[in-house]
């Protein structure tokens, strides 16, 4: 079976980049039949849409994140990341990492969230 596992600091400072690792075992990044996306949730508020990266590399930002975000994969090492800049304590969220499955709202498989909390 799928599974991913979202890894990285759990504190970053506020004007600081943000980075995580998805690393996915029981199935391929570089597969042309899924997308690999981020996900987040802030305390107490919904899930909130990131972005996604294909099996081509070409990646897809929310329009209320794309200036400050970044989604690159390592093929080797079958890892996907996240990279949020200029952060700050409004970004605090768990952080999932998801595929998509078939249709874009398919995500059908998650890794179980990790905690990211920004503070100085």
């Known amino acids: 079976q799928v599974r991913l596992q979202e890894s990285g600091p759990g504190l970053v400072k506020p004007s600081q980049t943000l980075s995580l690792t998805c690393t996915v075992s029981?199935?391929?990044?570089?597969?042309?039949?899924?997308?690999w996306s981020w996900i987040r949730q802030p305390p107490e508020k919904g899930l909130e849409w990131m972005g996604t990266?294909?099996?081509?590399?070409?990646?897809y930002y929310s329009p209320s994140l794309t200036s400050r975000t970044s989604i690159s994969r390592d093929t080797s090492k079958n890892q996907f990341t996240l990279q949020l800049r200029s952060v700050t304590p409004e970004d605090t969220a768990v952080y999932y990492c998801?595929?998509?499955?078939?249709?874009?709202?398919?995500?059908?498989?998650w890794g179980k969230g990790t905690l990211v909390t920004v503070s100085s």
């Open positions: 998801a595929r998509v499955g078939g249709t874009w709202d398919n995500m059908d498989y």
């Open positions: 990266i294909i099996a081509s590399g070409s990646t």
């Open positions: 029981g199935g391929s990044i570089s597969s042309n039949y899924y997308y």
